[in-house]
């Protein structure tokens, strides 16, 4: 097995509302958002792990989004902690 991190072994790239924006999450945040996460509250912990790893210099334009734009925390978490798992499959064998 490679000594490199699966996880985010490079930055995921998107571009939301016409501005790129850089996210690098770690196990750490993939683990904070789990343990954050509870029966009333799962927009949080989606919103602490995008501003936890996006770049710190495009923190403050993407929480105006999530601050303004309905539905947009927990569909940009989906999309961002999916392509961060790269091409990780887990196949059941029995």
Known sequence: MSKTPLFTAKPVQLTIAGVDFTFAPSVME??????????????????????????????????????????????????????AKGSITITLKN
């Open 30 to 83: 993939a683990n904070n958002y789990i343990n954050e996460m509870t029966i009333t509250d799962k927009i949080v912990p989606a919103y602490n792990y995008l501003t936890r790893s996006v770049e710190a210099k495009q923190k403050e334009q993407l929480k105006e989004l999530l601050d303004n734009v309905p539905g947009l925390t927990q569909e940009l978490y989906q999309t961002v902690s999916t392509a």
